[in-house]
């Protein structure tokens, strides 16, 4: 079975505070997602990874950045944290094929709270 | 953007009946896929229906898809409580899976 690891399940951080946020992967899968869970909004999508290295902006990645340093981990960074981004943040990796179109497996998410 | 919309927000039903979710969506999709989701943990793929198909089966799961109206509904035959959960659509469309606000689904024995 993929598992997807997120670092934290729960976490609290001060506003301002650089935030780091770490996904892994054991399956050796190129596509990587990071989206943030609100209530009564879904999931949206922050950034995504086809590759090392590589990344492209979601539908919300104001205040957000990304590292892709190696094929299994995918790490999503607030820059300098912000009450508005307390949630919760899911992690998905998948295999290659034309982007998202493949089912995505998920981390058990990093519930968030900045104060 | 929402590229899926699903209904109902919540669902209330007894161990043994069916439980059917819908989903409209807005734009052209690759494909639609349905995630479960616990409550606090990540979601699980279910089912993913491409666009040239009308319809699924897995197990006690059936998904329809009606691109003409922009539509898709997910099955769930014979409940269980263990099936009390949080349904997603997402639909696939340039390189990105973009998801609804879910249904949140409640099984009482």
């Known amino acids: 079975d993929v598992k997807v690891t997120q670092s934290s399940r729960y976490l609290v951080k001060r506003t301002g505070e650089k935030v780091f946020l770490e996904c892994v992967q054991d399956m050796d899968h190129e596509n990587m997602f990071w989206y943030r869970q609100d209530p009564g909004l879904g999931l949206r999508l922050i950034y995504f990874s086809y590759d090392v290295k590589m990344k492209e902006k979601g539908d919300i990645p104001e205040g957000y950045s990304v590292s892709r340093e190696k094929k299994e981990r995918f790490s999503l960074i607030l820059e300098s944290a912000s009450t508005n981004q307390t949630s919760m943040y899911l992690c998905a990796s998948s295999v290659p094929g034309q982007g998202a179109n493949q089912p995505q497996h998920f981390g058990d998410g990093t519930r968030l709270s900045i104060l | 953007s929402q590229q899926g919309e699903e209904d109902p927000q919540a669902l209330s039903i007894q161990e043994g009946e069916n439980a059917t979710m819908n989903c409209s969506y807005k734009?052209?999709?690759?494909?639609l896929q349905w995630y479960r989701q616990n409550s606090g943990r990540g979601l699980v793929h279910l089912i993913l229906?491409?666009?040239?198909?009308r319809e699924k089966h897995s197990g006690r799961l059936r998904v329809t898809l009606d691109t003409s109206k922009k539509s898709s509904s997910l099955l769930i035959t014979a409940s269980r409580a263990a099936d009390t959960a949080s349904y997603f659509c997402g639909g696939t469309s340039y390189g990105k899976l973009t998801f609804g606000q879910g249904t949140i689904l409640t099984v009482h024995p």
């Open positions: 229906i491409r666009s040239n198909e």
């Open positions: 734009t052209s999709i690759n494909n």
